[in-house]
């Protein structure tokens, strides 16, 4: 093999092969590009006639012209939804939901995570796993005893939390935090056992271990995490469709999906608004935290 | 603090350090089990309970006053709409996984082929499927297959074709779910792909460079294998997640039309909430379990040897 390799730098045909390599790779680069525009144009299209449509009135909408031009654009679908009750109720009910999971999930699954990847004891690996293992269960296995388990715990207590926005902060965190506590394991299993052993040495108790040393460093994972269970909550649609009902408890997926829609085919460019500022704040928090999105994205199967 | 561990160190210590030592061990594990025990009533009481709780409900009826054993089973195989919904499961499920799968593979490559410098411009536009929520896009899918007004039959029409009926049809609504699915799903393959090409090793293409390998030698050589387990991961975690999927069903066709694009979750939905009847709707969505089982029974395998191997 060095031979043929010696034989060839040793060769005259060498530059012209070196062009004919370089010119391969520019057409494989042209190539990669090309594909890569039909890839995103498939990518963008949904999102970018939301933006089409709800800068249209409902006028254009149901006229016969080019569906994917604006030719009078407008904000009217922007200023109804942003002045309208229902709306900013449904808003702020999706908004206060996601803030208290994710405040939920953190203080749940950053102390399991950290004793579950320093402080052996009886089971904790087996725990591991079972933390795993939840995450693997979909939300749609489960929707129906729920449902069923919180219609008997309002009849035998009295305390009725069917059709209340605030019965999503108890559901929710069994989706975060199984998969919150698993990333984090795997971030904290990462740092060397020299720093906690030094800060041990010095005198610091386990509750300043973790705050001193493990949070700041694992302070990437933290953020990924906690843009995970924001997603996570300000996405989900099976739950708050199954639990919640009453107008002014809806949560945006659902109260778009169950209150725009009304058989009126001109409403969409309301609908399309509405989707689009739901939209938004996973989108903007995606622009700024790329890096830190994408890490808690790839860590589910690269940690561990 | 040397002084402390001099001081330590001549005292009769044996027995002082395994006293220390002991305490300290309990008062560990004391702390340890109390800082996770939040987790562990979270998992018990909202995920394990119900989940047994759902065998329990499958065997009651619809009143869930009388205990009927497996007299819901025995209805839903008599039920034409049960096989379809299986049928229909199967299908999405599959093509779906495929696809993605395929597509993510495919726009991996032509990511990491292009100079490192334009990489994250592309990335970050090709993942925008997967941050939007799936409620919200879906909606934009639906509007886009409108029956009168669809943006696609109109481009169709341009190049004289004539209209389709995206979500009125069964063959074109089953094919519109599962291109809805594979636009939400593909970027994320495309991302765990590209995270784990960036980790094959230059060297190994140059070594299959020099001894003449072409491009479909060094993908199936080289990159599949240094791949296998980022692949085998994801694609049974999309396995998992496609075949439990229900806000696209929900929202694009909802089941419809005739049940024919229904999945699982969306019939059970429709008959536990929707028709009252929760024993049946949870003998419906039990009927995911043995494939998700088998999925997280591959998946913790593959984690586990990926653990071993670091």
Redesign the interface.
Known sequence: ?TS??VIDKAAPTRPVKLRSMSRDRTW??RW??F??TL??V??????L??VI?SLKTSAE??AAT???WVYHPTLSNYVELLTSNQFLTFFRNSALVSIFVVTITM???V??A???AR?R??G?AT?A??????Y??????????????FVAFGDLTGIQLINKWYVLL??Y??LT??FC?WIMIGYFASIPKELDEAAI??GAS?FQTLTRIFIPVALPGLIAATIFAF?VS??Q??YP??FTTSTDQLVL??G??TTLIKGD?FA?GQ??TG??L??AP??II??FL?DY??AG??A???K? | MADVAIERNAAPRTARKRASLRTALKRKSTAAFLMTLPLILLISLLVIYPAFYSLHLATLNKSMQRFIGLGNFQFLFKRETFWLVVEQSCIFAITAVFFKALIGFIVAHFVHNIPAKGQRKWRGMLLVPWVIPPAMSTLAWLWLFDPSYSAFNYLLAGVGVDRIPWTGETGWARFSVILVNIWFGAPFFMIMYLASLKSVPDQLYEAAAIDGANWWQRIWYVTLPMMRNIIAITTLFSVIVTFANFDIVRILTAGGPLDRTHVFATWAFRIGIEGGDIPLGASVSLFMVPILAIAAVFILRDINKRGNES
């Open positions: 093999m043929t390799v494989a680069l990669s590009y594909f890569l890839f995103a498939f990518a963008l299209v949904p999102p006639y939301m449509t909408i149901s080019n569906p994917w203080l749940i699954s102390p399991a950290f004793a579950l402080m004891f009886w904790s725990l796993t079972g933390v795993f293992l939840t693997l269960i979909p939300e749609t296995l489960l929707f129906l005893p729920l449902f069923k388990m108890v559901i965190p069994t935090v199984p506590t040495i010095d386990w997603t300000w996405a649609f099976l469709l199954v997926p659902v778009i999906v085919v969409w609908i399309m989707a689009l739901g939209a996973p989108l995606y622009a790329m999105y994408i994205l790839t589910g199967a690269t561990g």
